[in-house]
C-alpha cells in the first residue's frame, strides 16, 4: 500500500508561480512512476506531468515550458514547480502514484489540492 499527500496549492495571480509537494508513504519502493494529474469544473482530469524512477518525463503539451515535475525517489517525494500560470490552470490537482505489485501495477491517489489562477 502507498498513501499519498499533497500540499502546496492556493490562490495565485496570472503570471505567478506555485510549487506543489507530494509525500509517499507505505511501500515507497513499490514505485515505478510518480505525476500530476488536474481536473477543471466540468471537464475530465488530465495528465499533467509524470515522472518514471529513471527519470523520463511526460508532460502535457499545454504546460510543457512552464511546469517541472522533479521527484526524490529515495524520500517517496514528487513535486510540481508551476509558472508563469494561468486562469486555464485552475483545477483540482492530485498527486498519482503507480507501483507494481507481483508485475502487475497498482495506482494510487492523494486527495487532490486546489490551485486557482485569478486577479
Known amino acids: 500500500q502507498v498513501q499519498l499527500v499533497e500540499s502546496g496549492g492556493g490562490l495565485v495571480q496570472p503570471g505567478g508561480s506555485l510549487r506543489l509537494s507530494c509525500a509517499a508513504s507505505?511501500?515507497?519502493?513499490?514505485?515505478?512512476?510518480m505525476g500530476w494529474f488536474r481536473q477543471a469544473p466540468g471537464k475530465q482530469r488530465e495528465s499533467v506531468a509524470v515522472?518514471?524512477?529513471?527519470?523520463?518525463?511526460n508532460y502535457a503539451d499545454s504546460v510543457k515550458d512552464r511546469f517541472t515535475i522533479t521527484r526524490d525517489n529515495a524520500k517517496g517525494t514528487a513535486y510540481l514547480q508551476m509558472n508563469s500560470l494561468k486562469p486555464e490552470d485552475t483545477a483540482v490537482y492530485s498527486c498519482?502514484?503507480?507501483?507494481?505489485?507481483?508485475?502487475?501495477?497498482?495506482?494510487?491517489w492523494g486527495q487532490g489540492t486546489q490551485v486557482t489562477v485569478s486577479s
Open positions: 507505505g511501500n515507497i519502493f513499490s514505485i515505478a512512476t
Open positions: 498519482n502514484a503507480v507501483s507494481l505489485r507481483a508485475g502487475a501495477p497498482v495506482t494510487y
Open positions: 515522472m518514471a524512477n529513471g527519470g523520463s518525463t
